[in-house]
C-alpha cells in the first residue's frame, strides 16, 4: 500500500511515474471498480463514509477514468455537504499534461452499459 506516499496536494509523482518511458502505454485496460464508493475519511477505507455507487468503469485512458471517478465523488460530497476534493486531485490534471490521457469532461465519451 503506497497511496499515502501519492496522497500530498499538488502530488504529480503518480502521473510522473506512469509517465515513464518503460511503463507509458504498457497497460492496455483500467478498471475500477466503483461498486461500493468511499467519500470521505481517506486515504484508508471507512464503512461510515461509502454508499452504493453500483459503477465499474473500464477504459483504455487511465485519466479519464479517474476523472469520471472523481465527478462521482465530489457529487456525493455535495450531497452530504462535506467539502470538495478540489487539489487533493491533484494528479488528474498532471497525468493530463504529461499526455497520458484525457481530463476534459466535455471530451470523455460515457458509455453506460444496463
Known sequence: DNARRFANPGEQALAEICALP???GK???HVLDGLVGGYAGGPGFKTR???PCGRLFL???PVAVDTLAL???EAKRREVQVEEIGARA???GAAAR???GVNDRKAIRLVELP
Open 22 to 24: 518503460g511503463l507509458r
Open 27 to 29: 497497460a492496455v485496460l
Open 49 to 51: 463514509y461509502s454508499w
Open 59 to 61: 477504459s483504455a485512458d
Open 71 to 73: 465527478e462521482l465523488i
Open 90 to 92: 491533484a494528479h488528474i
Open 98 to 100: 504529461l499526455g497520458l
